[in-house]
Protein backbone atom coordinates (compact mmCIF):
# COMPACT_ATOMS: atom_id res chain seq x y z
CA UNK A 1 0.00 0.00 0.00
CA UNK A 2 3.25 2.41 -0.17
CA UNK A 3 3.86 5.09 2.73
CA UNK A 4 0.83 6.61 5.25
CA UNK A 5 -0.91 9.02 3.81
CA UNK A 6 -2.08 10.25 7.23
CA UNK A 7 -0.01 9.37 10.81
CA UNK A 8 -1.73 10.66 13.66
CA UNK A 9 1.18 11.14 16.83
CA UNK A 10 0.03 11.43 20.36
CA UNK A 11 -2.99 13.63 19.77
CA UNK A 12 -4.54 15.44 22.69
CA UNK A 13 -7.75 17.48 22.63
CA UNK A 14 -9.18 19.10 25.62
CA UNK A 15 -11.62 21.25 26.79
CA UNK A 16 -11.36 23.67 29.28
CA UNK A 17 -14.40 24.55 31.25
CA UNK A 18 -15.59 26.08 35.06
CA UNK A 19 -15.65 22.39 36.49
CA UNK A 20 -12.18 21.39 34.56
CA UNK A 21 -10.52 20.30 31.83
CA UNK A 22 -12.22 17.28 30.06
CA UNK A 23 -9.20 15.58 28.00
CA UNK A 24 -11.40 14.84 25.12
CA UNK A 25 -8.50 13.14 23.32
CA UNK A 26 -5.37 11.43 25.04
CA UNK A 27 -2.39 10.31 23.06
CA UNK A 28 -4.09 9.24 20.35
CA UNK A 29 -1.99 7.32 17.75
CA UNK A 30 -2.46 5.40 13.98
CA UNK A 31 -2.00 5.81 10.86
CA UNK A 32 -3.30 4.93 7.39
CA UNK A 33 -2.14 4.15 4.13
CA UNK A 34 -4.08 5.42 0.72
CA UNK A 35 -7.03 2.93 -0.12
CA UNK A 36 -6.92 1.89 3.37
CA UNK A 37 -10.73 1.69 5.22
CA UNK A 38 -9.76 2.45 9.24
CA UNK A 39 -12.77 2.00 11.90
CA UNK A 40 -12.55 4.17 14.72
CA UNK A 41 -15.36 2.67 17.37
CA UNK A 42 -16.08 2.82 21.24
CA UNK A 43 -19.36 4.04 23.11
CA UNK A 44 -20.65 7.25 23.11
CA UNK A 45 -18.42 9.84 24.72
CA UNK A 46 -15.49 8.06 23.94
CA UNK A 47 -13.79 10.63 21.67
CA UNK A 48 -14.20 8.84 18.63
CA UNK A 49 -15.58 12.47 16.81
CA UNK A 50 -13.45 14.41 18.91
CA UNK A 51 -10.74 12.68 17.13
CA UNK A 52 -12.17 13.73 13.55
CA UNK A 53 -13.02 16.94 14.85
CA UNK A 54 -9.85 17.23 15.38
CA UNK A 55 -7.83 15.65 12.34
CA UNK A 56 -9.56 18.58 10.68
CA UNK A 57 -9.76 21.99 12.77
CA UNK A 58 -12.56 21.64 13.56
CA UNK A 59 -12.40 22.18 17.73
CA UNK A 60 -14.09 25.62 18.71
CA UNK A 61 -13.26 27.17 22.03
CA UNK A 62 -13.16 26.45 24.80
CA UNK A 63 -11.53 22.91 22.72
CA UNK A 64 -8.42 22.71 21.63
CA UNK A 65 -5.78 20.33 20.30
CA UNK A 66 -3.03 21.14 22.75
CA UNK A 67 -0.42 18.30 21.73
CA UNK A 68 0.41 16.32 18.77
CA UNK A 69 0.64 15.76 15.25
CA UNK A 70 -1.34 15.57 12.36
CA UNK A 71 0.76 14.60 9.52
CA UNK A 72 -1.06 14.34 6.23
CA UNK A 73 1.06 13.80 3.29
CA UNK A 74 4.28 14.53 4.65
CA UNK A 75 2.72 17.62 6.27
CA UNK A 76 1.53 18.76 9.59
CA UNK A 77 -1.80 20.17 9.61
CA UNK A 78 -1.79 21.39 13.33
CA UNK A 79 0.62 24.24 11.82
CA UNK A 80 -1.58 25.23 9.06
CA UNK A 81 -3.34 28.37 9.56
CA UNK A 82 -7.30 28.85 9.20
CA UNK A 83 -7.01 29.53 5.74
CA UNK A 84 -4.98 26.89 4.43
CA UNK A 85 -7.05 24.47 6.44
CA UNK A 86 -10.07 25.95 4.23
CA UNK A 87 -8.58 24.97 1.35
CA UNK A 88 -7.49 21.33 2.61
CA UNK A 89 -11.30 20.54 3.61
CA UNK A 90 -12.86 19.75 1.16
CA UNK A 91 -10.53 19.20 -1.61
CA UNK A 92 -8.14 16.57 0.43
CA UNK A 93 -9.75 15.71 2.88
CA UNK A 94 -13.82 15.54 2.85
CA UNK A 95 -16.32 15.08 6.34
CA UNK A 96 -19.63 13.07 5.88
CA UNK A 97 -21.75 14.01 9.30
CA UNK A 98 -24.05 11.75 11.26
CA UNK A 99 -27.33 13.65 10.15
CA UNK A 100 -27.64 14.47 6.74
CA UNK A 101 -30.28 17.23 7.07
CA UNK A 102 -28.14 19.37 9.48
CA UNK A 103 -25.10 18.79 6.20
CA UNK A 104 -27.67 19.73 3.66
CA UNK A 105 -28.84 23.56 3.57
CA UNK A 106 -32.71 23.23 2.94
CA UNK A 107 -32.95 26.47 1.48
CA UNK A 108 -30.81 25.42 -1.88
CA UNK A 109 -31.37 22.65 -4.03
CA UNK A 110 -29.36 19.28 -4.23
CA UNK A 111 -27.16 21.04 -7.97
CA UNK A 112 -27.02 24.09 -5.93
CA UNK A 113 -25.28 22.67 -3.06
CA UNK A 114 -23.00 20.08 -5.44
CA UNK A 115 -22.27 23.17 -7.47
CA UNK A 116 -20.95 25.51 -4.51
CA UNK A 117 -18.50 22.33 -3.54
CA UNK A 118 -17.41 21.94 -6.94
CA UNK A 119 -16.90 26.03 -7.50
CA UNK A 120 -15.02 26.40 -4.28
CA UNK A 121 -12.81 23.50 -5.08
CA UNK A 122 -11.96 22.47 -8.71
CA UNK A 123 -11.75 24.15 -12.12
CA UNK A 124 -14.32 23.16 -13.76
CA UNK A 125 -16.93 25.44 -15.83
CA UNK A 126 -20.59 25.93 -15.02
CA UNK A 127 -21.23 23.45 -17.82
CA UNK A 128 -18.64 20.66 -16.48
CA UNK A 129 -19.91 21.20 -13.22
CA UNK A 130 -23.46 20.40 -13.95
CA UNK A 131 -22.03 17.37 -16.21
CA UNK A 132 -19.92 16.50 -12.72
CA UNK A 133 -22.77 16.75 -10.31
CA UNK A 134 -25.31 14.43 -12.77
CA UNK A 135 -22.26 12.25 -12.42
CA UNK A 136 -21.94 12.08 -8.79
CA UNK A 137 -25.51 11.60 -8.23
CA UNK A 138 -25.67 9.04 -10.59
CA UNK A 139 -22.68 7.57 -8.78
CA UNK A 140 -24.11 7.23 -5.51
CA UNK A 141 -27.23 5.52 -7.08
CA UNK A 142 -29.72 8.56 -7.07
CA UNK A 143 -32.12 7.56 -9.85
CA UNK A 144 -32.78 10.08 -12.30
CA UNK A 145 -30.07 12.27 -11.33
CA UNK A 146 -30.48 15.12 -13.82
CA UNK A 147 -34.13 15.27 -12.71
CA UNK A 148 -32.92 15.35 -9.00
CA UNK A 149 -30.59 17.79 -9.37
CA UNK A 150 -33.16 20.47 -8.97
CA UNK A 151 -34.73 18.64 -5.41
CA UNK A 152 -34.81 20.11 -2.28
CA UNK A 153 -33.37 17.69 0.66
CA UNK A 154 -36.58 17.64 1.91
CA UNK A 155 -37.69 16.10 -0.86
CA UNK A 156 -35.48 13.06 -0.48
CA UNK A 157 -35.52 9.89 1.68
CA UNK A 158 -33.17 9.88 4.96
CA UNK A 159 -31.07 6.87 2.94
CA UNK A 160 -31.22 9.52 -0.03
CA UNK A 161 -30.19 12.54 1.72
CA UNK A 162 -26.95 10.24 2.83
CA UNK A 163 -26.37 9.70 -0.42
CA UNK A 164 -26.55 13.09 -1.35
CA UNK A 165 -23.92 13.79 1.21
CA UNK A 166 -21.51 11.85 0.08
CA UNK A 167 -21.57 12.65 -3.01
CA UNK A 168 -20.93 16.02 -2.05
CA UNK A 169 -17.67 14.74 -0.05
CA UNK A 170 -16.37 12.96 -3.36
CA UNK A 171 -16.70 16.08 -5.41
CA UNK A 172 -13.43 16.87 -5.59
CA UNK A 173 -12.00 13.43 -5.41
CA UNK A 174 -10.29 13.86 -1.82
CA UNK A 175 -7.61 11.47 -0.41
CA UNK A 176 -9.00 10.88 2.85
CA UNK A 177 -12.61 10.81 3.64
CA UNK A 178 -14.05 11.00 7.49
CA UNK A 179 -17.24 9.51 8.28
CA UNK A 180 -19.05 10.04 11.40
CA UNK A 181 -21.47 7.63 12.12
CA UNK A 182 -22.63 7.84 9.20
CA UNK A 183 -25.18 5.25 8.79
CA UNK A 184 -26.92 5.77 12.64
CA UNK A 185 -30.07 7.38 11.78
CA UNK A 186 -30.68 4.88 8.78
CA UNK A 187 -32.56 1.61 9.34
CA UNK A 188 -30.88 -1.60 8.73
CA UNK A 189 -31.37 -2.37 5.11
CA UNK A 190 -30.48 1.05 4.16
CA UNK A 191 -27.45 0.78 6.35
CA UNK A 192 -25.77 -1.76 4.65
CA UNK A 193 -26.77 -0.26 1.37
CA UNK A 194 -24.49 2.85 2.21
CA UNK A 195 -21.61 0.41 3.79
CA UNK A 196 -21.56 -1.20 0.45
CA UNK A 197 -21.53 2.34 -1.42
CA UNK A 198 -18.85 3.84 0.58
CA UNK A 199 -16.62 0.63 0.85
CA UNK A 200 -17.03 0.41 -3.72
CA UNK A 201 -16.49 4.58 -4.12
CA UNK A 202 -13.53 3.95 -1.65
CA UNK A 203 -12.35 1.65 -3.85
CA UNK A 204 -12.55 3.02 -7.15
CA UNK A 205 -11.28 6.43 -5.96
CA UNK A 206 -8.18 4.93 -4.29
CA UNK A 207 -9.03 7.41 -1.39
CA UNK A 208 -8.61 6.63 2.38
CA UNK A 209 -11.87 6.64 4.71
CA UNK A 210 -12.01 6.67 8.79
CA UNK A 211 -15.29 5.09 9.67
CA UNK A 212 -16.00 6.68 13.13
CA UNK A 213 -19.16 4.33 14.65
CA UNK A 214 -20.20 3.04 18.25
CA UNK A 215 -21.23 -0.49 16.10
CA UNK A 216 -18.36 -3.27 15.59
CA UNK A 217 -20.76 -5.18 13.50
CA UNK A 218 -20.41 -1.77 11.13
CA UNK A 219 -16.87 -2.19 10.76
CA UNK A 220 -16.22 -5.37 10.54
CA UNK A 221 -17.97 -5.51 7.14
CA UNK A 222 -16.09 -2.91 5.50
CA UNK A 223 -12.66 -2.33 7.38
CA UNK A 224 -9.23 -3.51 7.02
CA UNK A 225 -8.49 -2.25 10.69
CA UNK A 226 -9.73 -1.51 13.56
CA UNK A 227 -9.03 1.44 16.44
CA UNK A 228 -11.02 0.57 19.90
CA UNK A 229 -11.56 4.20 21.96
CA UNK A 230 -12.34 4.16 25.60
CA UNK A 231 -12.05 7.84 27.39
CA UNK A 232 -10.26 9.47 25.34
CA UNK A 233 -7.48 6.49 24.50
CA UNK A 234 -7.12 4.10 22.00
CA UNK A 235 -6.87 0.86 24.19
CA UNK A 236 -6.67 -1.47 21.23
CA UNK A 237 -5.93 -1.57 17.28
CA UNK A 238 -5.73 -4.40 14.54
CA UNK A 239 -6.15 -5.65 11.48
CA UNK A 240 -10.09 -6.25 11.67
CA UNK A 241 -10.38 -9.91 11.55
CA UNK A 242 -7.66 -10.67 14.16
CA UNK A 243 -9.30 -8.14 16.16
CA UNK A 244 -13.03 -9.69 15.71
CA UNK A 245 -12.21 -13.13 16.02
CA UNK A 246 -9.14 -12.63 19.19
CA UNK A 247 -10.11 -9.28 20.81
CA UNK A 248 -7.02 -8.76 23.14
CA UNK A 249 -8.88 -5.80 25.15
CA UNK A 250 -11.57 -7.38 27.81
CA UNK A 251 -13.77 -3.86 26.18
CA UNK A 252 -13.27 -4.88 22.61
CA UNK A 253 -14.40 -8.66 24.11
CA UNK A 254 -17.28 -6.95 26.01
CA UNK A 255 -18.33 -4.90 22.62
CA UNK A 256 -18.32 -7.85 20.67
CA UNK A 257 -20.10 -10.37 23.14
CA UNK A 258 -23.23 -7.48 23.14
CA UNK A 259 -23.83 -7.64 19.25
CA UNK A 260 -27.40 -9.65 19.09
CA UNK A 261 -27.03 -12.82 17.15
CA UNK A 262 -28.97 -14.80 15.07
CA UNK A 263 -28.22 -17.65 16.25
CA UNK A 264 -28.83 -17.08 19.79
CA UNK A 265 -31.20 -17.93 22.51
CA UNK A 266 -34.95 -15.96 22.55
CA UNK A 267 -34.45 -16.95 25.87
CA UNK A 268 -31.15 -15.77 26.81
CA UNK A 269 -30.41 -12.76 28.08
CA UNK A 270 -27.79 -10.68 25.67
CA UNK A 271 -24.51 -9.56 27.61
CA UNK A 272 -23.62 -6.36 28.25
CA UNK A 273 -20.96 -4.52 29.94
CA UNK A 274 -21.43 -4.07 33.79
CA UNK A 275 -21.44 -0.10 34.62
CA UNK A 276 -20.82 3.25 32.45
CA UNK A 277 -18.13 4.77 31.46
CA UNK A 278 -16.56 6.93 34.26
CA UNK A 279 -16.62 10.67 33.66
CA UNK A 280 -13.92 12.48 32.25
CA UNK A 281 -13.80 15.07 34.95
CA UNK A 282 -13.18 11.95 37.47
CA UNK A 283 -10.96 9.41 35.75
CA UNK A 284 -9.68 6.89 37.92
CA UNK A 285 -5.99 6.87 38.73
CA UNK A 286 -5.16 3.40 37.31
CA UNK A 287 -7.26 1.76 34.20
CA UNK A 288 -9.63 3.35 33.12
CA UNK A 289 -11.62 0.58 32.26
CA UNK A 290 -11.13 -1.15 35.81
CA UNK A 291 -14.07 -0.60 37.37
CA UNK A 292 -15.96 -2.38 34.47
CA UNK A 293 -13.65 -5.32 33.84
CA UNK A 294 -13.72 -8.87 35.01
CA UNK A 295 -10.19 -9.20 35.23
CA UNK A 296 -8.91 -6.05 36.57
CA UNK A 297 -6.51 -6.43 39.46
CA UNK A 298 -4.35 -4.83 41.86
CA UNK A 299 -1.86 -3.57 38.83
CA UNK A 300 -4.62 -2.21 37.19
CA UNK A 301 -5.70 0.50 39.72
CA UNK A 302 -2.40 1.41 40.60
CA UNK A 303 -1.95 3.31 37.13
CA UNK A 304 -2.96 3.47 33.54
CA UNK A 305 -1.56 0.85 31.22
CA UNK A 306 0.99 1.65 28.08
CA UNK A 307 0.02 0.84 24.94
CA UNK A 308 2.13 -2.31 23.54
CA UNK A 309 2.87 -4.20 20.95
CA UNK A 310 1.35 -7.98 20.80
CA UNK A 311 2.14 -8.74 17.26
CA UNK A 312 0.75 -9.20 13.78
CA UNK A 313 -0.04 -5.78 13.39
CA UNK A 314 -1.98 -5.70 16.60
CA UNK A 315 -1.74 -3.20 19.92
CA UNK A 316 -3.40 -3.28 23.13
CA UNK A 317 -3.68 -1.26 26.12
CA UNK A 318 -4.14 -3.74 29.25
CA UNK A 319 -2.05 -5.34 31.71
CA UNK A 320 -4.40 -8.41 31.67
CA UNK A 321 -5.18 -8.76 28.32
CA UNK A 322 -7.52 -11.66 27.30
CA UNK A 323 -5.35 -14.66 26.45
CA UNK A 324 -6.59 -17.51 24.57
CA UNK A 325 -6.23 -21.29 25.46
CA UNK A 326 -4.44 -20.28 28.39
CA UNK A 327 -7.16 -19.90 30.72
CA UNK A 328 -7.40 -15.99 31.68
CA UNK A 329 -5.57 -13.03 31.97
CA UNK A 330 -2.29 -12.42 33.88
CA UNK A 331 -0.42 -9.86 36.08
CA UNK A 332 2.60 -9.78 33.32
Known sequence: MGEFLLEVKNLHTEFRLFRGTVKAVDGVDFTLREGE???IVGESGGGKSVTGFSLLGLID????????EVIFRGENLL?????EMRAIRGREISMIFQDPMTSLNPLHTVGRQIDEMLALHTDLKPGERRLRAVELLG?????????????YPHQF??????RV???????????LIIADEPTTALDVTVQA????LMEGLVKKSGSALILITHDLAVVSEITHRVAVMYCGRIVEEGP????VKTPLHHYTKGLLESIPRMAGSRTARLPQIPGMAPSLFDLPPGCAFAPRCPAAGELCLAGPPPMVEAGGGRRVRCFRPVLYGEGGGSDG
Request: glycine share 12%.
Open 165 to 175: VIAIALAAKPK
Open 37 to 39: ILG
Open 61 to 68: PPGRVSAG
Open 157 to 162: SGGMRQ
Open 240 to 243: TEAL
Open 79 to 83: EKSEE
Open 139 to 151: EVGIPSPEERLES
Open 193 to 196: QILA
